[in-house]
């Protein structure tokens, strides 16, 4: 089973602000949170990833609060083309298997003009 | 540089057949996943492959298998195909090393099963 809980689905406004939530709470000290996202009926696209830190990409930033056990992706200007599945993802850091990516439910965001 | 490459992009199989579907990595990734998705179960891992070897596998009946070859390309089979077996079949690579890092995924095989 899936690691994180996310609401099933987000509205936004276009040119606002995209804040998705995720909680974690069993998440383990060397577990990294990922964001993939979706776009109808491609494959998950990678958005960020961060450890405790929080982290900005030219796609988004990500906030881990301090205890780790939620985190919040933030577009910061949405657009019509970021609506999509969301799917925050927790995994075991660093060498071994990259590939095994338990994905939950995701949140899909509408972005709406 | 080229992505992850997934063939065909579509297929129609009859109940009982089998089907062999493709998976060309990012080059230089040696690592390779298969997940399979469907509406009711959303996404779900199949197998992972690195160095022609199964490292690691997800919850499927042994009708799914795959493989990789030395230049890291990679297939997976599914025999006795059954109507539930209609779904997209995504492939993704990513690289092996220290650092943790991201799956870059394919556009997938929509394979539908009659």
């Known amino acids: 089973d899936a690691k994180t809980t996310q609401p099933p689905s987000m509205d936004c406004a276009e040119g606002r602000a995209a804040n998705l939530p995720c909680n974690h709470s069993?998440?383990?000290?060397?577990?990294?949170v990922y964001w993939y996202r979706q776009i109808h009926s491609q494959g998950p696209q990678y958005i960020i990833h961060?450890?405790?830190n929080n982290e900005t990409n030219e796609m988004a930033s990500l906030i881990i609060t301090e205890d780790r056990k939620s985190s919040t992706l933030i577009l910061p200007h949405a657009t019509l083309r970021d609506t999509a599945v969301y799917y925050c993802?927790?995994?075991?850091?660093?060498?071994?298997?990259?590939?095994?990516?338990?994905f939950g439910k995701g949140t899909k965001l509408s972005v709406k003009p | 540089k080229a992505g992850v490459t997934q063939t065909p992009r579509y297929l129609i199989k009859t109940r009982g057949q089998q089907v062999t579907l493709s998976c060309s990595p990012i080059?230089?990734?040696?690592?390779v996943s298969w997940y399979q998705q469907t509406p009711g179960q959303g996404l779900q891992f199949l197998f992972e492959?690195?160095?022609?070897?199964?490292?690691n596998k997800g919850n499927f009946p042994g009708r799914f298998s795959g493989r990789q070859f030395s230049n890291s390309r990679s297939e997976m089979n599914v025999s006795t195909l059954e109507l539930g077996d209609s779904a997209l079949y995504l492939c993704?690579?990513?690289?092996?090393?220290?650092?943790?890092?991201?799956?870059?995924f394919g556009q997938g095989t929509r394979l539908t099963v009659v």
């Open positions: 080059s230089g990734h040696r690592s």
């Open positions: 492959y690195f160095s022609e070897t199964q490292r």
């Open positions: 993802i927790v995994r075991v850091a660093v060498g071994g298997s990259q590939g095994n990516l338990i």
């Open positions: 069993t998440i383990s000290g060397n577990e990294y």
């Open positions: 993704a690579s990513s690289l092996e090393g220290i650092r943790n890092t991201e799956a870059f």
């Open positions: 961060g450890l405790k």
